[in-house]
């Protein structure tokens, strides 16, 4: 065989085999533990792994995590409408919403003449999905996880208002404002009155239970009432749709910055009054977590858009001021992998929301 025909079959050997080879992935389990390497076979119930040191594994497709089990059937599904809604079924049974979202997308890019029968799935798997950021909301404030609680309901609002559980998230929302708002220089909310105090604040109270003196209150009244605007305006742009949310949420981000400036005039003199400096101590952990919480709500509704610069640049603002926030490393990271999968965009097939 002459040197050309050589190269030319062993190239076709190469990509014969390419073809039939699949790229190294991470496999993570419910259990915590993480493997990296190649499927070997994968039989719907178990699947065979090449570990990248030579070992061969075989774990329980139910012992692996959501988010790896659905990379290894996304790798098996095919391109076409009805192989793309089974996908983003499946993807509702494991809350991997997102995922779901990019799948229905898909299968009415396949096959357009499939739509009546994709929105009807979609109306289900709207309805499902709200039962249970609902409910896995209520399960974390039973738990004290207020923080979390708070990002799902917000998500819930903000990405399917039209069901009815988004208006039982709206009420709990409404409720963890006035709470937050009553309880701003209280570090332990159970201990607060049960409704605001006269200039609508319950009583502030240090870490020691005592409350805060009337000279500190009145000191930090300016911080207080930025902050009470930040929580209502985060809360009323929840409640609006596109850049109507938007515009209230950078009103909240302007009050954090008039907390930020307002904190700073009194740091000197935290210098010599320990009660100042635990005030100032708790407005920077409470304001972070706030701002915190308005950005991702902000970076939400550009996903929604699939607005993937401004959501990233959002996230990049809030880092350079607190660089260590791990809910905005996550939010980075979110943002960056909505961007390389075309995540993001409402939960609309074929017009406007209902």
């Known amino acids: 065989m002459r040197p050309a025909l050589l190269i030319l079959a062993a190239l076709c050997a190469l990509g014969a085999s390419a073809a039939h ?12 533990n993480t493997y ?12 065979e792994i090449q570990t990248t040191d030579g070992m061969t594994m075989k774990l329980p497709l139910e012992a692996l995590t959501p988010e790896t ?15 793309q809604l089974d996908l983003a079924e499946w993807c509702v049974t494991k809350t991997l919403y997102e995922e779901a979202r990019i799948h229905f997308r898909k299968a009415l890019a396949a096959d357009p003449l499939m739509a009546d029968k994709i929105k009807e799935r979609v109306v289900v798997a709207r309805a499902t999905a709200a039962k249970e950021l609902l409910a896995r909301a209520k399960s974390l404030q039973a738990s004290n996880q207020d923080q979390e609680a708070r990002r799902i309901l917000s998500l819930l609002v903000q990405e399917l208002p039209l069901e009815e559980p988004a208006k039982e998230a709206a009420r709990m929302l409404d409720e963890d404002t006035a709470k937050r708002k009553a309880t701003v220089m209280d570090r332990s909310p159970a201990k607060a009155s049960s409704g605001p105090a006269e200039g609508g604040a319950g009583e502030a109270r240090r870490s020691d239970g005592e409350p805060f003196s009337d000279a500190t209150r009145s000191l930090f009244e300016p911080i207080i009432k930025s902050y009470q605007k930040l929580l209502d305006a985060n809360r009323v742009g929840l409640g609006k749709e596109g850049s109507g949310g938007i515009d209230e ?26 009660e100042v400096t635990e005030a ?24 929604l858009r699939t607005s993937y610069n401004q959501a990233a640049d959002v996230v990049n603002k809030g880092l350079a001021e607190y660089p260590k926030n791990e809910r905005l490393l996550q939010a980075r990271n979110h943002v960056s992998a909505a961007a390389n999968n075309g995540g993001g965009g409402d939960w609309v097939i074929g017009g406007r929301r209902g």
Request: proline share 1%; hydrophobic share 35%.
């Open 249 to 274: 949420f950078e009103k909240a981000l302007k009050e954090s910055e008039k907390i930020r400036k307002e904190a700073e005039k009194l740091r000197p003199k935290g210098a010599n009054d320990a």
């Open 36 to 47: 990296q390497g190649s499927v070997v076979s994968n039989d719907g119930v178990s699947v």
């Open 69 to 83: 089990q659905y990379r290894l059937r996304r790798a098996d599904t095919t391109d076409d409408a009805q192989s």
């Open 280 to 303: 100032l101590a708790l407005v920077d952990t409470k304001l972070e977590e706030a701002s915190v919480d308005t950005r991702l709500n902000i970076v939400n509704a550009y996903l």
């Open 21 to 32: 080879a699949r790229a190294q992935d991470t496999f993570e389990t419910v259990a915590g």
